[in-house]
């Protein structure tokens, strides 16, 4: 298992894992109520309003899931590389990195890249947003970043 995302009402789990599935878990059952194989999984991270989940790893794309009917609503292509991490900014957008060493922001609604974010010396592993839009990031190169 690669990555595991809680829903922001705490009752679904997402897992993704490097045997090419994302699961939804309800938490007070422990039921697995859906499973998709999109591919190896290196991120899956949950909207703010917990209705989409997007899942992203070495096949350089990001694909939006309903989290009610476990459909894939949109895939794109994201990074020239394998990336580590997806997330989403607490407005909707979604912020990804990886091995190019860049962190992108990207509409969900057309997929297009709105930034690219540079710094790091290094592969981005990690990414979060805090509640102000700060983004965090941790590298390979041994460094924590803060960018607006």
């Known amino acids: 298992m690669w990555s595991l995302a809680f829903s922001s009402d705490g009752k679904t789990l997402a897992s993704g894992s490097y045997d090419r599935t994302v699961k939804l878990w309800q938490i007070e059952t422990g039921k697995c109520i859906h499973t998709e194989h999109p591919g190896s999984l290196l991120s899956v991270a949950f909207s703010p309003n917990?209705?989409?989940?997007?899942?992203?790893?070495?096949?350089?794309?990001?694909?939006?899931?309903?989290?009610?009917?476990?459909?894939?609503?949109?895939?794109?292509?994201?990074?020239?590389?394998?990336?580590?991490?997806?997330t989403f900014s607490p407005d909707g957008k979604i912020a990804t990195a990886g091995d190019d060493w860049a962190i992108k922001l990207w509409d969900i609604d057309t997929g297009e890249c709105l930034h690219t974010l540079n710094g790091h010396s290094s592969q981005v592993m990690s990414i979060r947003f805090d509640c102000e839009d700060l983004i965090i990031s941790g590298s390979g190169d041994n460094t924590i970043g803060l960018t607006h």
């Open 50 to 86: 917990s209705k989409t989940l997007a899942s992203s790893g070495y096949e350089q794309i990001i694909k939006l899931w309903d989290v009610v009917t476990g459909i894939c609503l949109k895939t794109w292509e994201a990074h020239g590389s394998r990336f580590w991490c997806v």
